[in-house]
C-alpha cells in the first residue's frame, strides 16, 4: 500500500518559506502563498490603455523594465467603462457611478473608512491639485474623477481632506520619511497617457517614481508594495467590463520577474493592498475579493 506524500509549502514576509513534510514514498505536493505584509503601500493609476498596447512596447521602456524585474499580472482586467467606475471600485469596492461627471459629495463605504478604523494614515497626491483639500470638479490637467478620494464624505467632511495634497508634497514627504500607510498617486491628464502619449507617461515614471526605490522599503529587506495599474482599456474593448490592462506589482518581497495568469479585476487590487496593510475589514467587493498573491 503506497503512503501520501503531502508536501506543504507557507510563504511570508515575517517568516519566509517554511516546509512541514514527513517520511513517504509517493505522493502529491501542496504549495500556498500568503501575501507580505507590508507598512507602506502605494497605487498609481494610468488611462485608457490596452494591455497589448503597454506591455512589450518601445513606447514605455521604463515600465516595461520594471514588469521585468518584479511581478506582471497577465489576466488583469478592468471592471467597467468609463475612467470613474474602476476608480471607485479601486477605493471603494464598488462602481458606484459611470457618470465621469459626477462632481457630488458621496457617501458610500470606502477604503479610508476602513483605514482610519485600523490606526492606518493616508494621502492622495495628485498633480496639479490647485491646493491642499480642494474637492472641486477639476483645474487644468487635474480632474476629480481620477482622484475617487475627492469624493467620500470621510474626506470632503472633515479634516481628512487635508490628506488631498499636490504630487508636489509626494517628495518632499519620501525625503523627510513622511510617506503614510496607503498612498494614492495621480499622474495629471498629460501624464497619466490620457491626454499625452504613452512615452510621456513612462518619462514621468522613471522621473518622479524612480527615486521612491532608492528608499529603505523599497531595498532588500523592505516590504514596500507598489501597483501601477491602468484604470481601463480601450472602449472597445469590453472584456469582463473595462477590458484587459496593464498591472504591474513592485516591491523587495515580489519575486523577481514572476508573473501570474489569474483573472484579477481592480477589487483584487484594493484587497491586496489594504490585507498587506493588516486592515481586516474591506469596502464592497473587496472583502469576497482574493489578494493578488501569485507574484509573491
Given at each position: 500500500?503506497?503512503?501520501?506524500?503531502?508536501?506543504?509549502?507557507?510563504?511570508?514576509?515575517?517568516?519566509?518559506?517554511?516546509?512541514?513534510?514527513?517520511?513517504?514514498?509517493?505522493?502529491?505536493?501542496?504549495?500556498?502563498?500568503?501575501?507580505?505584509?507590508?507598512?507602506?503601500?502605494?497605487?498609481?493609476?494610468?488611462?485608457?490603455?490596452?494591455?497589448?498596447?503597454?506591455?512589450?512596447?518601445?513606447?514605455?521602456?521604463?515600465?516595461?523594465?520594471?514588469?521585468?524585474?518584479?511581478?506582471?499580472?497577465?489576466?488583469?482586467?478592468?471592471?467597467?467603462?468609463?475612467?470613474?467606475?474602476?476608480?471607485?471600485?479601486?477605493?471603494?469596492?464598488?462602481?458606484?457611478?459611470?457618470?465621469?461627471?459626477?462632481?457630488?459629495?458621496?457617501?458610500?463605504?470606502?477604503?479610508?473608512?476602513?483605514?482610519?478604523?485600523?490606526?492606518?494614515?493616508?494621502?492622495?497626491?495628485?498633480?496639479?491639485?490647485?491646493?491642499?483639500?480642494?474637492?472641486?470638479?477639476?483645474?487644468?490637467?487635474?480632474?476629480?474623477?481620477?482622484?475617487?478620494?475627492?469624493?467620500?464624505?470621510?474626506?470632503?467632511?472633515?479634516?481628512e481632506k487635508n490628506?488631498?495634497v499636490p504630487f508636489?508634497?509626494?517628495?518632499?514627504?519620501?525625503?523627510?520619511?513622511?510617506?503614510?500607510?496607503?498612498?494614492?498617486?495621480?499622474?495629471?491628464?498629460?501624464?497619466?497617457?490620457?491626454?499625452?502619449?504613452?512615452?510621456?507617461?513612462?518619462?514621468?515614471?522613471?522621473?518622479?517614481?524612480?527615486?521612491?526605490?532608492?528608499?529603505?522599503?523599497?531595498?532588500?529587506?523592505?516590504?514596500?508594495?507598489?501597483?501601477?495599474?491602468?484604470?481601463?482599456?480601450?472602449?472597445?474593448?469590453?472584456?469582463?467590463?473595462?477590458?484587459?490592462?496593464?498591472?504591474?506589482?513592485?516591491?523587495?518581497?515580489?519575486?523577481?520577474?514572476?508573473?501570474?495568469?489569474?483573472?484579477?479585476?481592480?477589487?483584487?487590487?484594493?484587497?491586496?493592498?489594504?490585507?498587506?496593510?493588516?486592515?481586516?475589514?474591506?469596502?464592497?467587493?473587496?472583502?469576497?475579493?482574493?489578494?493578488?498573491?501569485?507574484?509573491?
Open positions: 500500500m503506497k503512503t501520501l506524500f503531502c508536501l506543504l509549502v507557507i510563504s511570508g514576509a515575517a517568516f519566509g518559506p517554511m516546509v512541514v513534510s514527513a517520511p513517504a514514498t509517493g505522493g502529491a505536493v501542496l504549495a500556498v502563498t500568503t501575501l507580505p505584509s507590508s507598512t507602506h503601500v502605494f497605487l498609481l493609476v494610468e488611462e485608457n490603455h490596452s494591455y497589448s498596447s503597454v506591455i512589450g512596447s518601445s513606447s514605455m521602456p521604463y515600465l516595461n523594465s520594471l514588469a521585468s524585474k518584479y511581478g506582471l499580472a497577465t489576466q488583469y482586467y478592468a471592471n467597467t467603462h468609463p475612467s470613474i467606475g474602476n476608480y471607485f471600485m479601486l477605493t471603494a469596492g464598488a462602481i458606484i457611478t459611470n457618470n465621469d461627471s459626477l462632481c457630488s459629495t458621496i457617501t458610500n463605504d470606502n477604503i479610508v473608512r476602513h483605514l482610519l478604523n485600523a490606526g492606518k494614515t493616508w494621502k492622495s497626491y495628485a498633480e496639479s491639485l490647485p491646493s491642499v483639500g480642494y474637492t472641486g470638479c477639476g483645474s487644468g490637467a487635474y480632474v476629480k474623477r481620477h482622484n475617487p478620494f475627492a469624493y467620500f464624505s470621510d474626506v470632503a467632511n472633515s479634516s490628506n488631498l508636489t508634497q509626494f517628495s518632499k514627504d519620501r525625503i523627510n520619511g513622511a510617506l503614510p500607510n496607503f498612498s494614492f498617486i495621480v499622474p495629471n491628464l498629460n501624464d497619466d497617457a490620457h491626454d499625452g502619449t504613452l512615452t510621456q507617461a513612462d518619462n514621468w515614471l522613471k522621473t518622479n517614481i524612480a527615486p521612491l526605490f532608492t528608499t529603505s522599503m523599497f531595498k532588500t529587506g523592505g516590504n514596500g508594495i507598489l501597483i501601477i495599474v491602468f484604470d481601463e482599456s480601450v472602449t472597445s474593448d469590453t472584456a469582463h467590463g473595462g477590458g484587459h490592462v496593464a498591472a504591474v506589482v513592485i516591491g523587495p518581497t515580489v519575486k523577481p520577474g514572476s508573473k501570474t495568469a489569474t483573472l484579477y479585476q481592480h477589487q483584487n487590487t484594493l484587497k491586496t493592498l489594504m490585507e498587506a496593510l493588516g486592515v481586516k475589514t474591506y469596502p464592497g467587493a473587496a472583502g469576497s475579493a482574493q489578494p493578488i498573491t501569485g507574484v509573491f
